[in-house]
């Protein structure tokens, strides 16, 4: 059987609910993976958020679920790892062990819901709107439930999970690779601390490929495998990404952002930035 990364929440092999508070310098920040889904609520911090082929960033006020045994990582920017830095970072998270009800899920008439709604959460989400609102209230007072109050709140939340509603928007655009052995977990996230430590310079597919001890080939295979992405297709997500930030977040002009992130011409950047969001950078720089 193949063995998850290395990480695991603390908890009874029969609690179906878990809660847990993080508070700190900075979010976990190695690609993991758990058998509980996974529902966050971003209280503080700010950084960039990865599952699967989907690169984006998390911002205060942001709720995320996540299905069962998908590799992601909450990876807080840079700022928040230096050593005067005063940033910090907040979220609540509560953790839904399906397989705890073990038979139950499905002998029990009432559970049958819960089995839908576990086959539904195939990825990753975000709520957004009127969901999102219900569900944040929920998750703050969770800390003060016990017991069958617990139960009762956490069955609430489930219940306002409408995969039909826009307010429940799907963040992968194709099914996400679960479940990586030991190996290949390591191998990932050294991979990804990489590109995200290289990603505003040229990284050539040789140093990457290094990284993971594996041909250039090898690798090309492994990484598309489980991020459904080229390796150059990725490394431009983490940029645009970038730039959509600085666009909204800073009077830098698009020539000195495009440098930044790291790309070499201007013209690439504009077409690149084009082809990912549909929009110019000027005109991204116009929502704010």
């Known amino acids: 059987m193949s063995k998850v990364i290395s990480f695991q929440i603390p908890k009874s092999e029969k609690t179906f609910i878990q809660y847990q508070e993080d ?46 045994s998908i590799p992601h990582v909450f990876r807080s920017d840079g700022d928040y790892f230096k050593n005067e830095s005063e940033l910090t970072v907040a979220g609540n998270t509560i953790f ?12 029990v008439e ?36 016990s017991g069958i109050n617990k139960l009762q709140q956490s069955l609430a939340i489930l219940s306002l999970l409408d995969f039909t509603s826009e307010d429940v928007q799907p963040l992968n655009k194709v099914p996400v690779h679960r479940t990586m052995t030991e190996r290949d977990g390591r191998r990932m996230d050294q991979v990804m601390r990489f590109i995200l430590d290289n990603s505003t310079r040229q990284i050539t597919l040789e140093e990457v490929a290094e990284q993971a001890y594996m041909s250039k080939e090898a690798f090309c295979r492994f990484f598309k495998l489980r991020t459904r992405r080229t390796f150059t297709q990725y490394v431009q997500q983490l940029r645009i990404t970038e730039a959509k930030k600085l666009l909204l977040e800073t009077d830098m002009g698009i020539s000195g952002i495009s440098y930044q992130v790291g790309f070499q011409t201007l013209s690439h950047f504009n077409k690149t930035f084009k082809n990912l969001t549909g929009m110019t950078p000027k005109e991204w720089r116009k929502l704010e």
């Not at 839904?96 to 002998?107: P, R, T, V, Y």
């Not at 819960?114 to 703050?140: H, P």
Request: charged content about 25%.
């Open 110 to 145: 009432e559970f049958h819901e819960l089995v839908k709604i576990s086959e539904k959460i195939n990825g990753c989400f975000q709520l957004k709107g009127d969901i999102r609102a219900k569900i944040t209230r929920l998750i703050n007072g969770f800390g003060d439930v």
């Open 23 to 68: 508070r700190g310098k900075h979010f976990y920040d190695k690609l993991h993976q758990h058998p509980q889904a996974q529902l966050t609520l971003i209280l503080e911090g700010r950084g960039q958020f990865l599952v699967g082929d989907y690169v984006g960033r998390f911002e205060p006020g942001e709720v995320f679920l996540l299905g069962e």
């Open 96 to 107: 839904f062990d399906f397989q705890a009800l073990g038979s139950a899920l499905k002998e």
